[in-house]
């Protein structure tokens, strides 16, 4: 490992330098010297080091800080640590303002400059490691990780690429576990804010209270429990990209709120009196049409537009059919692996089953169905019986009427048939077996929008 | 056949040759060869620091080495150290011919502490191997209780053991095993 982190000494003395190279050399460490700063900022350009020792005075030509401004140049990452002698230490710590990130005094003890060494290099470790990560992380969201043949999918994955490095916010609207969050994800790591956060609020799962405080942060006694100042997901995200999932179930004074944030970019911490700015793209998703909410007054309209600068639609799995299949490979190969189970397929009798559901979860259904799949498969290959619960679950689901009145079932359904059908009247009232004309009756009745 | 030659540096007590011929004989397929002593370099002393600087000392050496020489340790009582460090216990050439090992700061004496023939023996037999090791090209070890590991202080010294762990003692004894090892 050590012979990956090269080390460069530079000194005009050739026995400083030798006998520092010789001392590091025989703790494994592959090491290069220069006898002047030029010298040094030639080897600089053809070796990546992770170290370079420098001596602060260096008569003629480059001295230290100048020799190490330039290795900086060349090499953004590499270590500078400058030695100098007693006399010179006031001139060191100026080096260590202008970017040395330690200095030595000569001579010094072994033991100090070996735990020197092992702490910049177990430093650049982690760094290195950290951005490996983060490259990790990033491909994990881009877009080829998205499966899908379906076009309208493949449009949706292009238009996530044209507006990732763009800072207007995007709502992505899509039937629970259709991928708004991995969309949401896609963009953000395609994007310049790719190395900032990616937080992620469920507007749903918190009260009006809770949610104030977890998207703004809170100052000291600003309620009961709040011992001291926290960060909001705001403040959290700054840089980044803030995830406002199911945002058409926040209050009315929360949506005055975000509005106020959306125009401003600034805010105050509950129970604050300083403002706190910020630059953070918002992504917001919902299963809700928030057109509708809108017009029934539930949704304010000036947030809606604010929000809905680029829209989004998700596809449900049952509009995307042809994916079924790519993706349950997908996650057979993912989840067979995760689990440590040698599975390695699906018949096409099972796969006929999967095409014939109509996936009302969507992919994270089919997702859960296929993890279900893999832990019950008794041979390498999962088959029809392996689903058989998924057709029996699935007829029971067809049959099972919810607790409603009889017209809320039916505007339900009216609401659903237009979904399925684009707003398409024709071909909704079709579906619904109904003419036209009782449609716009239906319609106007039960002040559906479409 | 090559020999590994003993050089005194300045004087340096008798007692130790036995020693490190006990030590080599135990690791290193060798002939030992003792030298006469060599006087100190003047040019190594640093009257600042009231120390030697080892860099002279292993020119010295290597320009004295007998032609038939595999290797040359010399062994000094005085205290060394190169103008980056504050002290040594030794210094080698890495995958080279010279060696040398200060007496001066494994003697209880160097601590204020009596004199224990015991531990010096202990503590040079480590350092011999240790620089020794580097001449066959190995380098610090992970493995503290391995003559090889790094000491920075005399504690790190009494941690390591008398010996080689088993992966560094492969590696010198494939060193001798080859034809063309350069030993």
Known sequence: ?450 | MSALFLVPIGSVPDKVWEWIENAAAEWFPLPVRRMPALSIPDSAYDGKRNQYQSVEIMKLLAQTAPQDASRVLGVTSVDLSIPMLSFLFGQAQLDGTVAIVSLCRLQQEFYGLPARDDLLRERLTKEVLHEMGHTFGLIHCSEQKCAMSLSTHIGMVDTKSEQYCSRCGVQIAERFASLDGGV
């Open chain 1, 1 to 450: 490992m050590k012979k990956s982190w090269p080390i460069l000494v530079v000194d005009d003395e050739d026995v400083m330098c030798e006998s520092m190279a010789a001392w590091l050399r025989e703790d494994g460490y592959r090491v290069d010297t220069a006898s002047n700063g030029q010298q040094a900022v030639e080897l600089a350009k053809g070796a990546d080091y992770a170290i370079c020792f420098v001596d602060l005075k260096m008569p003629g030509g480059m001295d230290g800080i100048e020799t190490m401004m330039e290795i900086h140049r060349v090499r953004p990452d590499a270590s500078v640590i400058i030695i100098t002698a007693y006399a010179t230490v006031d001139t060191a710590i100026q080096a260590m303002k202008e970017g040395a990130q330690e200095y030595i005094v000569k001579p010094c003890n072994p033991q100090e400059i070996s735990m020197l060494v092992s702490r910049i290099l177990k430093l650049k470790k982690l760094q290195s490691e950290n951005a490996i990560l983060r490259k990790k992380l990033t491909r994990q969201y881009r877009h080829h990780d998205i499966i899908t043949k379906n076009p309208r999918m493949e449009e949706i994955l292009a238009l996530t690429q044209e507006i990732a490095s763009l800072r207007s916010t995007v709502l992505i609207r899509g039937e629970s576990g259709t991928g708004k969050e991995l969309v949401a994800r896609a963009v953000h790591y395609s994007g310049s804010r790719a190395d900032k956060p990616f937080i992620v609020v469920s507007c749903a799962a918190l009260t009006e209270t809770l949610l104030e405080s977890e998207l703004f942060g809170y100052e000291k006694g600003a309620f009961t429990g709040a011992n001291g100042q926290s960060k909001g997901k705001f403040e959290l995200a700054n840089g980044g990209t803030l995830f406002l999932d199911e945002i058409g179930d926040i209050s009315p004074k929360l949506q005055a709120d975000l509005l106020r944030v959306l125009q401003e970019r600034r805010f105050y911490r509950v129970g604050g009196t300083e403002e706190v700015q910020v630059d953070v793209r918002i992504i917001a998703a919902t299963n809700k049409n928030l057109a509708q909410e809108v017009q029934h007054g539930r949704f304010r309209e000036d947030l809606f537009y604010r929000l809905n600068v680029i829209e989004i639609r998700l596809p449900a799995l049952r509009e995307r059919r042809e994916d079924v299949p790519l993706l349950a490979e997908h996650f057979v190969n993912r989840i067979s692996s995760e689990l440590g189970r040698d599975v390695h397929g699906i018949s096409p009798a099972a796969l006929k089953v999967l095409m014939a559901h109509d996936w009302p979860g969507n992919v994270r259904e089919l997702e859960n169905v296929i993890e279900r799949a893999i832990v019950t498969c008794r041979n390498g290959m999962l088959d029809e019986q392996d689903f058989s619960w998924l057709q029996s679950a699935g007829s029971q689901q067809a049959w099972e009427i919810p607790e409603v009145p009889l017209g809320e079932l039916e505007r339900r359904a009216i609401v659903a048939a237009l979904e399925r059908k684009h707003g398409n009247v024709k071909e909704a009232s079709a579906a619904l077996g109904i003419d036209r004309s009782t449609l716009y009756d239906k319609l106007k009745r039960y002040e559906i929008v479409h």
